[in-house]
């Protein structure tokens, strides 16, 4: 076997072997009696990238950054990544009311309660 | 024989590995980006800064601070980017987690060129601070003419 099909062959291995680092982004989560509210730094990413996953009481929150570098790097703190943590989501959250918006970076996640976990305040009767 | 091939999917591969294991620690306090130069996570905001002939680019990482709020200060070749972080809490709102600092920053740097601080362009979008700073005429690369 020659070098050009090995190399050929190595390719089409196919094996997953790179992938972009994975950081944690800060967040601030808020709650009140309406909804749970999660801000998350998310700096150079577009709406277009983010996606949330919530399963089986499980959320996925993930946004990709794609740099557009010109130029030589004189130095380099940060560059692309993959913004990714998980959360564990109460079952009180009412998944199709989840909305969220993004600016300047900042990603606001609106985690609305369902209206049956929701406190409710009991009026007595008189007897 | 090692081929420069296998030696790089090795180290794509550890570097996976790598991630997998990180991800395990996702919950950490911290925000940690791996495979970067190394520094404090006190630091802000991280820059990078790279060198395209003509100008010099500064790319900031400011999430969700308005430019009102970003004070950028150029002399010759030194740079200072302050500011304030002004908390975004919603009013009448628990708060459970609060890892997004709202602390006042300042950082400055020693540029390799001296730029000319009048025909600086900055941007902030997306929470990212861009500035091209224009090396001043003598710092700038020369096409010498051969006779």
Do not use: C
Request: aromatic share 6%; hydrophobic share 40%.
């Amino acid at each position: 076997m020659n070098e050009k099909t090995e190399l050929v062959t190595t390719k089409q291995a196919g094996e997953l072997v790179h992938q972009l680092p994975i950081a944690t982004p800060a967040v601030d989560i808020y709650e009140n009696d309406a909804e749970i509210l999660l801000h998350a730094d998310m700096p150079g990413v577009v709406k277009e990238d983010i996606s949330v996953h919530i399963d089986n009481g499980k959320m996925i929150l993930s946004g990709t950054r794609r740099l557009s570098v010109a130029g030589a790097s004189t130095w380099r703190e940060f560059g692309d990544a993959e913004f990714r943590r998980t959360f564990s989501v109460p079952q009180s959250i009412d998944v199709g009311r989840v909305h969220a918006e993004l600016k300047d970076g900042v990603l606001r996640l609106h985690l609305p309660k369902s209206e049956a976990a929701r406190p409710r305040q009991i009026e007595i009767k008189a007897g | 024989m090692a081929r420069w091939s296998d030696l790089d999917q090795l180290m794509g591969a550890m570097e996976l590995f790598r991630n997998r294991m990180n991800s395990l620690f996702n919950e950490g306090d911290r925000p940690y980006v791996p495979g970067q130069v190394w520094i404090g996570a006190e630091t802000f905001p991280r820059t990078n800064l790279s060198d395209t002939g003509d100008n010099l680019e500064v790319v900031a990482e400011l999430p969700g601070i308005a430019k009102e709020d970003v004070n950028v200060k150029i002399q010759g070749n030194y740079l200072e980017i302050s500011g304030t972080r002004t908390s975004d809490a919603p009013e009448g709102y628990a708060a459970h987690r609060t890892e997004r600092g709202t602390a006042s920053f300042s950082r400055s740097f020693t540029l390799p060129y001296d730029v000319d601080a009048g025909k600086v362009e900055a941007t902030l979008k997306d929470g990212l601070l861009r500035m091209k700073l224009p090396k001043s005429e003598a710092a700038k690369p020369r096409q010498i003419a051969i006779n």
